[in-house]
């Protein structure tokens, strides 16, 4: 019997450990930085990389926290065509290049819209944020996007 309780100590401290190096190592993975001109801006970032994350993006969410977004990373640098269907927030989408470069940025996009929003040029991310983040923070064409995905 003792035995069986010193197996059961050491899985849980084996447990709370996994726990704790998962739960710090997400949260930088999670973190991206956009520099604009006023200085650094930080949002926690759902990543989609797969071609039905992408597919899903924000749809069918009600709400997100200030802070927060999706970046879509793009298995190669090409145009891409992003819409609004089935998503009931108002975003605005930051294109970005190969580099981090934010090369254009379409603020305020309708809700539930099926109209296409190109990007203005060869891009391999997309950050969707809230409307109108974009506008409040001063985020431009020429700011740089850092995140450990961007450039890989």
């Known amino acids: 019997m003792r035995g069986f309780r010193h197996i059961f100590t050491l899985v849980f401290i084996l447990m709370i450990g996994a726990c704790a190096f998962a739960a710090s190592s997400s ?3 999670e973190r991206l930085v956009i520099e604009t001109q006023a200085g650094p801006v930080s949002f926690s970032v759902e990543l989609a990389l797969t071609p039905d994350q992408r597919a899903i993006g924000l ?8 802070d927060h977004g999706m970046l879509f990373r793009f298995d190669q640098t090409r145009p891409v065509l992003m819409w609004m269907k089935n ?3 108002s975003l605005d989408m930051l294109f970005i290049d190969d580099t981090g470069t934010v090369v254009g940025v379409a603020p305020d996009t309708v809700p539930f819209s099926e109209t296409i929003v190109p990007s203005p040029g060869p891009v391999r991310y997309v950050l969707e944020l809230n409307a109108g983040t974009a506008r409040k923070h001063g985020i431009m064409v020429g700011d ?3 995140h450990q995905v961007i450039g890989k």
């Open 87 to 89: 998503t009931p927030l």
């Open 144 to 146: 740089k996007a850092r």
């Open 59 to 66: 749809m069918y969410r009600s709400s997100m926290a200030a």
């Open 27 to 29: 949260v930088d993975a």
